[in-house]
């Protein structure tokens, strides 16, 4: 009984130790995350439509391809998509400028 | 070993209570030093919920029968395989069992997300090892499995028999894989609303997490069903039993959500929809451990101890009003950004898809639950058999076939009417050919001859609508690249993994239902008392009962098998060896089938008597077309696997999506 005691006591402090550890050093003064950013969310939310974008006109692409969509309506949807993934890039641009502008002002110019 | 099985057990859930706080104290302090102090547990709970387990399959394969436990579920002469597999036998170790692959899955999950989406995954492990606390909380103190017995017997009770067969090693961890996997997406979800990051980020986190859950979910319910029909010995495969329920529901909305979400990463809609089928769907997967657990529901796969029951009530509650309530929380973040193209689009079909797996899990929901509440309102008890399922989820079941087989020729966003009456020229003259076809060969008496009927001309509709796209696929590859049609098949299918393995899939399903109509609709059985050396016929099959053996198999294991010889135009066929086995210590025998199956059918045969003159009672079925389900579950299985192996397309957009988002954004913790 006084070997598993004397393992039960090595395991809790094992386990406090590696817990421990991260507690008691410089960590404290970093931050996990950065404050929520709504410019960050939203250039992040428009790479994901970007891509997802991308993808739909391959699909577009590969649906006509495969008869299931006429000629007219594949130009109309292309037109659509195409124009809704310039307008994305566009405004991914912008974000871009906006975020290098704020974070190093003289290299920008 | 024992004392350290018990102790690193209330070590795991110490430590997972220590993770859960930490984890939610990092993310609403934003403090990383708590985050990677946190981040330690996981692991930390997964070799204590390891130690903990080995030592218990230790106690089994070393007879230790001071544990009641090991004593109720094993005894001396059980074959080392079934002494690792009554580790899950009982409800104890079953809970151990969960216990052990959501800690893996949590390490997993852990490993996979370090240091990376941090405003969500803190919070998804904290809602893991919350649930993973709630079952070391019943382990530690309701239903230990390292309970002692003060003076321990030279032998156990020993496993059910019904239990001593290979699909026990096989069917309930495959299960237990599923149930267990939903935990991930659940979270990630819950974390999502949480942390209102309800972009469509945390679905792709656990897309994979998702798919794999559901094919081991899938899995194991075909593997369940092969296990009854082999072991069960009443010559079906699915009876609507309340536990098989249970595990089916979830594989039904775990479907409807594999098929909407889809939506959401295409069109950024849908959201409110998603989240309530994915949290549904882990509801559902406890709802199914409550059911096991309860013991409001008597069945041959509960457990003998059920005594769980308001506990898991109890959690369930607390699960369901936390989802409804972060919904309703969220609602004004999580509207659609978009709408529908057109009502003549694969978004809609998919639409409809969702519509009628919901339709089904609802009427098989309401039919389980349904005793329950009558006892509880009435305090009278109704069964709900297979009459009442059947009525409602064939009708239902064909409305969802048909879909199956219209999905894949519409066109995303907008399907042009013209090509589409054109796409379906050949699947509906396909099923038309069939319907000529089978009408004069199929009898049309019954109802359920007439929902056979529709399903054999839907399968072949559903069947030639995807082969038509894998050819179309080729076609379009070969017109573009100089391949040959092999190559260029292979080349579409691995280019579009996630399109053509759902395809695969479905082709798994279509056989699935073919199987089911057959097997129901044409299947036959008949009994006789014979005598050695008389026979009987059925279908053409000439039955003769040959003789009788008896066999002590092992020091607790008796078996008594009759020899039955099967002749067909005259020429033996087949050998069968149905038996009966008898275990020391057990009241029933328990029979032991045998099955010839072949792709036609399965020639079922059951000793279901025999006396002292040697005479015997045998049972036997002719069931058509049951190997076409096993077929259609292997063609599911490998449809998955394409459907899940890893995209490097799309992990070079990931990773290079990340890598662009960080060098704008750079986050402390990655820094």
Known sequence: MGFIHFLELILITAILLVVGIPLFGKLKLKKLVEAVDPISDKYGHLLVRKEETLISIKELEFDFSTDKISGPDYKELRHRLESEAAEIMESLDQLEKERRKKTNPVKSH | MNDIGEFTLLLALATALYGCVAYVMSARGNRIDLYLSADKTPFIVWVCVTISSICLWRAFLTDDFSLQYVWA????????????????????????????????????????????????????????????????????????????????????????????????????????LGYVGFTVPFAFAVAALISKDLDDGWIRMTRKWTLISWFFLCMGNLFGASWAYVELGWGGYWAWDPVENAAFMPLLIATAYLHSVMIQEKKDMMKVWNMSLILLTFVMTLFGTFITRSGLIQSVHTFDEATLGYYFLAFLFVIIAACIGLILVRLPLLKSANELDSFLSRESSFLFNNLVLLGIAFATFWGTIFPIISEAVRGVKITVGPPFYNQVNVPIGLALLALIGIGPVIAWRRATFSNLKKNFLKPVLAGIIAAVALFPVIPLGSRTEIYTYVTFVLCVFVLTSILTEFYKGMVSRMGLHDESAVGALATVTWRNKRRYGGYIVHIGVVLIFAGIAGSQAYGTHTEKHLKIGESFEIRGYTITYEKLVAVEATNIKTRIIAQLAVERDGKRYWTGHPEKEFYKGQNQPVSEVDVLSTWKEDLYMILADFREDESATIKVYVNPMVSWMWTGGWIIAFGSMVSMWPDRLEQRRRLDRIRKQEQLFPSPAQE
């Open chain 2, 73 to 176: 579920y094993s005894n001396i002469e059980l074959d080392t395989f079934y002494k690792v597999s009554s580790f899950w036998g009982g409800q104890k170790g079953s809970l151990l069992f969960w216990a052990l692959l959501l800690s893996t899955y949590m390490l997993v999950v852990c490993f996979q997300n370090r240091k990376k989406n941090l405003r969500v995954v803190p919070y998804a492990m904290a809602v893991m090892l919350a649930i993973l606390i709630f079952f070391l909380f019943l382990i530690n103190f309701s239903t230990n499995p390292f309970e002692r017995i003060p003076l321990p017997p030279e032998d156990g009770r020993g496993l059910n028999p019904l239990l001593q067969n290979y699909w026990m090693v096989i069917h309930p961890p495959t299960l237990y």
